[in-house]
């Protein structure tokens, strides 16, 4: 069985990258937009642990380590604010939540 | 060319990704993103990452999804969503998305990223022990920041949710 090569890995991560990039600029619901950050993280995690592997190197898994404990805080404190926002203005969608226009 | 675990696990990973941005419901979407998390962690142990695959699982799969599941129940907020777009929106994220892709797939396709003699030298030791020994030694500070850092977080979060529940009553 052959292995995939980095190059491989590396087309699956942008290609990632770039839906999850999509989503946060199409969607509009606050949450989904959350989500498709999250998979924004995701793909350059996923970049990061193949290079590490193809490069020999701990460096990138250990990063990728501190990106996840990252990751982690960021999503409870972004859901936080999102049942914040929610409560003060009865809405997650990003179309009407536009009080810094004019 | 590939083999055939991943051809599957990077199917099933861009596939539930593009789910993840075209399901109207809110929490099919969170479904498709454990699924996605999922095919990941497939791809992290075919990269020999087994811990990292544990983790991204655990931490990602049990945790945050969950999390967003329980917002998402928590705030309902199904009924009341429209999921027209405006066709200005979606040209501009397709330009985005075409752009990006075009951009990073070109780096990806003829970039000659592989170093030849290292392509199939496994990590040395990418095991628990290696793990610690780098946290512990190189990265010791940086593990103390972000034990700080989740410190922070939970502080941020309760105050969060706390300055609402004293703001409540006064109105």
Not at chain 2, 71 to 78: A, F, Y
Request: aromatic share 10%; glycine share 6%; proline share 1%.
């Amino acid at each position: 069985m052959m292995t995939a090569s980095l190059n491989e890995y590396v087309i699956i991560s942008s290609l990632l990258f770039a839906i999850g990039f999509f989503g946060v600029l199409l969607r509009r619901n606050t949450l989904v937009v959350f989500m498709c950050l999250e998979l924004m993280l995701i793909a350059s995690t996923l970049a990061l642990v193949a290079f590490s592997r193809f490069n020999a190197t701990m460096d990138g898994n250990i990063f990728v380590f501190f990106i996840l404990t990252v990751a982690a805080a960021e999503v409870a404190v972004g859901l936080a604010i999102i049942v914040a926002l929610f409560r003060k203005r009865q809405t997650v969608q990003i179309d009407q939540l536009d009080s810094l226009k004019n | 060319m590939a083999s055939i675990l991943f051809l599957l696990f990077s199917t099933l990973t861009v596939l539930c990704a593009v789910g993840v941005v075209v399901n109207k419901n809110a929490v099919n979407a969170a479904g498709c993103l454990l699924l996605c998390l999922v095919g990941v962690a497939g791809l992290f142990v075919q990269l020999d990452a087994y811990l990292l695959a544990f983790i991204l699982l655990l931490v990602y799969a049990g945790a945050v999804v969950a999390l967003f599941l329980f917002i998402i129940m928590l705030l309902d907020v199904q009924g009341r969503q429209s999921f027209g777009f405006s066709g200005i929106t979606t040209f501009a994220g397709l330009m985005a998305f075409a752009l990006l892709l075009t951009g990073l797939g070109s780096i990806a396709i003829k970039g000659h990223l592989d170093a030849p003699r290292l392509n199939r030298l496994a990590v040395e030791g990418a095991n628990l022990k290696s793990y610690a020994q780098q946290l512990f030694t190189t990265y010791l500070l940086p593990v103390q920041i972000i034990g700080f850092l989740l410190l922070i977080a939970m502080l941020g979060v309760i105050v969060l949710s706390k300055k609402h529940a004293t703001e409540e009553p006064a109105k």
